[in-house]
């Protein structure tokens, strides 16, 4: 019997959801852009607030050329491709199928795998779940650190020291902690500048 995973290929991918709307977290906060969900994960983040993308089984296998299709008829000037863990999947097929497009395409990832495919943006977000793959530290424009603990800026400033000197550096409290860790980054950021604060501002805005 053919598994799900032996069918995924640069080609064909789990898509769990695409939608267009306005990036909530990040450099990027506030701008258009079309996300593409792909099912899939085997990091495991116990407070992951999209655990539905986990099985990539539970999703359709999408043909790339379908899912390049409906990002470009969006009107959209930026994807970005996310999870799930993206970075499970030979991505190169539809990087190139983006980038023909005329679109500018970003990723979010743990970076527990090696990063296929050619990215306009690479947002690295590592996991205390899973460590990430050591050539993501020099890919990285952009470190965002999700804080659930008072811990969690020190294990921060452990990535930061490993990123490159033009990474841009966030702080963004996990959601059902945020009353309680925004004040301690407001504080802190405050303390060390060269991090910045990221809000999940699509939450505030009740949007995907």
């Not at 079309?34 to 359709?60: M, N, Q, T």
């Not at 379908?66 to 097929?93: F, H, N, Q």
């Not at 970076?111 to 020099?138: A, E, H, M, Q, R």
């Amino acid at each position: 019997m053919v598994e799900v995973k032996d069918k995924i290929s640069a080609e064909v991918l789990p898509l769990m959801e695409d939608f267009y709307t306005i990036q909530g977290e990040g450099y990027y906060q506030g701008h258009a852009a079309y996300f593409i969900r792909l099912g899939g994960c085997d990091v495991g983040c116990a407070w992951c607030d999209v655990k539905e993308s986990w099985d990539a089984s539970a999703h359709p296998l999408v043909h790339v050329n379908d899912i390049c299709a409906k990002a470009k008829a969006s009107g959209t000037e930026i994807v970005v491709v996310t999870g799930g863990e993206p970075v499970m999947y030979d991505l190169s097929r539809l990087t190139q199928l983006l980038k023909a497009a005329g679109l500018r395409i970003h990723i979010e990832t743990s970076g527990v795998y090696p990063l296929t495919g050619t990215w306009d943006w690479v947002c690295f977000s590592p996991k205390k779940f899973k460590n990430p793959d050591v050539s993501i530290f020099g890919k990285a424009n952009e470190l965002k650190v999700i804080v659930y603990n008072r811990s969690d800026f020190a294990w921060a400033e452990e990535f930061a020291a490993k990123v490159n000197s033009s990474c841009h550096l966030f702080l963004q409290p996990e959601w059902s902690k945020e009353k309680e860790m925004l004040p301690l980054i407001i504080d802190y950021v405050k303390a060390n500048p060269k991090w910045q604060v990221s809000l999940q501002i699509h939450k505030y805005m009740n949007i995907p």
